[in-house]
């Protein structure tokens, strides 16, 4: 199965393009800058990458891809609750679209943060509207390493003392 995945710059994003690697997947990605991607990464990544910037989409043509199968979109922004954020995911999303149709593609995981589910009504009208299948996945904690968990784990592992006031405990974690 050939799958396609955009968001790579949120953690379950890049960790799921790991964990589709076997003889029975294969595996696409759709990264805003490649050599940023790079810079972050903790281990390899068996797919073939392709450098796009999802809000400035127009009419692309195809990397020499196959049709792929399904695809996976991890949202773009980090909040949906902020209005600029919303038109920037709606923007980015429906290029996404347009872009996984160019392949033969109507299947398509909307992975999103549990948080945001109060906000995401604007987001599955466009995906009803585009008439592509589609799943939403309301992700809560995501653990792991090199996810936000771990990295808070290790820097308060790493101290002696654990600030106790909230003031304290924002610039501790900044």
Known sequence: MNVVISGLNNYAGLR?????????????????SLALLQKRLFEPINAEFLEMDLLQYGSVSGPGWPDIQAAYYFTQVPTLSDPVGMKVELLCLGNFI?????FGCNRLVYVVRLMDKIFIEPIVMLLKESGVKYTVVLKHSVIGRDSLID???????????FPYSNGSIKRFFQ
């Open 151 to 161: 990295r808070v784990v290790k820097k308060v592992c790493n101290h002696r003392f």
């Open 98 to 102: 347009q872009f996984i149709r160019s």
């Open 16 to 32: 799921s393009v790991g964990l589709m690697e076997d003889e029975n997947f294969r595996g696409f990605a759709i990264v805003r």
